[in-house]
């Protein structure tokens, strides 16, 4: 096969629940950020499922394309980590974490006007395909104006909103919901 | 019409939908309100790089991470990463993980009563190189039952974890062997509605690349989704 072929996408199929034996090394190798570093911040989550139960066996993959982590992350240069991603596992709770850069809005051009986000890959037992999701911040005016937020229905958008945790800085709470009561907005893909 | 400004769907039968009653796990998990067009913007044009400093020597010979030999029949399993194009994907992370020959797992959760390997993990990753190719040196693995039928067993199977250019290439699937009877009765394999889609998740015996008294060779060609003009996230100071 030699170029010029167009080619299917190979099917997906679920990452099941053992997946940390052999996605567990990346989380270990990714050089860690601490929040008292600026510009650093931290998400806290947890995955449930339609009855409200936690997904002990998720993974999730954020992606920020802005480019403001650089010099926190040491992107940039060959062969070190990229910046804008990192990877986490829920714990038997469901729960889960990721402290990165705080994502800056993307440029330039009609892009500006999206607001700071990350897209979201969630991959669980149970899930035959990832999902696709954003997170926003809720301090960021700039949310008024971003077209994939205000695209979204009024009553889901706050699926997609990372919101401050009032007892500590630079920490946000930010759910996901695979089904039911409150289920988090997924994108088509 | 494809309108270039959104992320395209997936050609129809050739993924899995979220919501497939076999796979009983797939029901409280799977989300239930429609699905949103996403516009395809620098986030989901981009994605991540990795380099070879992420990776450690014998990372992708899963036979050889412990003191002494695994149990099992010793294989290579190997191929190349494609674009939609037919193009190599140079440098994507490619991740693996599998049962032992048992059919065990070395984790936690897997309570199957079969023996481990203390010579065997399970878990390997590597970087394509300059022609999209990758291979891993392992065991083949077993079979191994399930609760989500009576009398479930799944198909021998390695989990694979890939990125591609920009992280709507990423892809977690699962490579096949050859001629194995439990395909046809596995959800998971049959939750891709159309055959050739679920052909392509079966690997070959590759003689030429077997090595006669030491191993048999296994391909399997991966395609992503993205095109070559999908750029790589940009380097910059």
Same mark, same amino acid.
């Given at each position: %096969?030699?170029?010029?072929?167009?080619? *299917?996408?190979?099917?997906?199929?679920?990452?099941?629940?053992?997946?940390?034996?052999?996605?567990?090394?990346?989380?270990?190798?990714?050089?860690?950020?601490?929040?008292?570093?600026?510009?650093?911040?931290? *998400?806290?989550?947890?995955?449930? !499922?339609?009855?409200?139960?936690?997904?002990?066996?998720?993974?999730?993959?954020?992606?920020?394309?802005?480019?403001? &982590? !650089? @010099?926190? &992350?040491?992107?940039?240069?060959?062969?070190? =980590?990229?910046?804008?991603?990192?990877?986490?596992?829920?714990?038997?709770?469901?729960?889960?974490?990721?402290?990165?850069?705080?994502?800056?809005?993307?440029?330039?051009?009609?892009?500006?006007?999206?607001?700071?986000? %990350?897209?979201?890959?969630? =991959?669980?037992?149970?899930?035959?395909?990832?999902?696709?999701?954003?997170?926003? /911040?809720?301090?960021?005016?700039?949310?008024?104006?971003?077209?994939?937020?205000?695209?979204?229905?009024?009553?889901?958008?706050?699926?997609?909103?990372?919101?401050? !945790?009032?007892?500590?800085?630079?920490?946000?709470?930010?759910?996901?919901?695979?089904?039911?009561?409150?289920?988090?907005?997924? /994108?088509?893909? | 019409?494809?309108?270039?400004?959104?992320?395209?769907?997936?050609?129809?039968?050739?993924?899995?939908?979220?919501?497939?009653?076999?796979?009983?796990?797939?029901?409280?998990?799977?989300?239930?309100?429609?699905?949103?067009?996403?516009?395809?913007?620098?986030?989901?044009?981009?994605?991540?790089? =990795?380099?070879?400093?992420?990776?450690?020597?014998?990372?992708?010979?899963?036979?050889?991470?412990?003191?002494?030999?695994?149990? +099992?029949?010793?294989?290579?399993?190997? +191929?190349?990463?494609?674009?939609?194009? &037919?193009?190599?994907?140079?440098?994507?992370?490619?991740?693996?993980?599998?049962?032992?020959?048992?059919?065990?797992?070395?984790?936690?959760?897997?309570?199957?009563?079969?023996?481990?390997?203390?010579? /065997?993990?399970?878990?390997?990753?590597?970087?394509? !190189?300059?022609?999209?190719?990758?291979?891993?040196?392992?065991? @083949?693995?077993?079979?191994?039952?399930?609760?989500?039928?009576?009398?479930?067993?799944?198909?021998?199977?390695?989990?694979?974890?890939?990125?591609?250019?920009?992280?709507?290439?990423?892809?977690?699937?699962?490579?096949?062997?050859?001629?194995?009877?439990?395909?046809?009765?596995?959800?998971?394999?049959?939750?891709?509605?159309?055959?050739?889609?679920?052909?392509?998740?079966?690997?070959?015996?590759?003689?030429?690349?077997?090595?006669?008294?030491?191993?048999?060779?296994?391909?399997?060609?991966?395609?992503?989704?993205?095109?070559?003009?999908?750029? =790589?996230?940009?380097?910059?100071?």
């Amino acid at each position: %096969m030699s170029g010029d072929s167009v080619q *299917i996408p190979a099917g997906s199929q679920t990452v099941g629940p053992y997946f940390r034996i052999g996605l567990d090394y990346l989380i270990e190798r990714t050089p860690a950020l601490t929040l008292e570093t600026g510009g650093v911040i931290e *998400i806290r989550g947890r995955v449930s !499922d339609r009855d409200g139960s936690p997904v002990p066996d998720a993974m999730l993959e954020f992606w920020s394309a802005s480019k403001v &982590g !650089d @010099k926190l &992350g040491g992107d940039g240069e060959a062969g070190v =980590f990229p910046a804008g991603f990192r990877r986490t596992a829920t714990d038997a709770d469901g729960n889960f974490s990721i402290v990165m850069a705080r994502p800056a809005p993307v440029g330039p051009g009609v892009e500006r006007a999206h607001a700071p986000h %990350m897209l979201v890959l969630v =991959f669980a037992r149970g899930l035959l395909r990832h999902l696709v999701t954003r997170v926003y /911040f809720a301090d960021e005016q700039a949310n008024q104006g971003d077209p994939v937020l205000t695209a979204i229905p009024q009553e889901r958008r706050a699926t997609l909103i990372a919101r401050p !945790d009032e007892s500590r800085a630079n920490v946000y709470r930010w759910d996901v919901i695979l089904q039911g009561t409150g289920e988090t907005v997924f /994108f088509a893909w | 019409m494809i309108n270039p400004s959104i992320v395209e769907l997936a050609i129809p039968g050739t993924q899995p939908e979220y919501h497939f009653p076999p796979y009983l796990s797939s029901i409280p998990r799977s989300p239930r309100m429609p699905l949103v067009l996403l516009p395809k913007t620098l986030t989901e044009r981009t994605g991540p790089v =990795f380099g070879h400093d992420l990776l450690r020597e014998r990372d992708n010979d899963l036979t050889a991470q412990h003191g002494g030999d695994p149990i +099992g029949e010793r294989i290579l399993v190997h +191929g190349r990463v494609l674009d939609e194009d &037919g193009r190599p994907v140079r440098g994507a992370l490619v991740e693996v993980w599998q049962a032992n020959a048992s059919g065990r797992y070395q984790h936690k959760v897997d309570s199957h009563d079969a023996p481990l390997d203390p010579n /065997f993990t399970g878990a390997g990753r590597t970087l394509t !190189d300059e022609h999209g190719h990758y291979w891993f040196k392992t065991v @083949k693995p077993g079979a191994y039952p399930w609760g989500n039928h009576y009398n479930a067993w799944r198909p021998a199977h390695i989990h694979f974890s890939l990125f591609g250019a920009g992280i709507l290439s990423r892809l977690v699937t699962q490579m096949y062997f050859p001629g194995d009877p439990l395909q046809p009765l596995d959800p998971i394999f049959n939750s891709i509605p159309d055959a050739a889609a679920r052909q392509r998740l079966v690997s070959r015996l590759d003689m030429e690349r077997s090595e006669p008294n030491y191993l048999l060779a296994y391909s399997w060609d991966v395609v992503l989704r993205g095109r070559g003009d999908t750029p =790589f996230e940009e380097r910059h100071r």
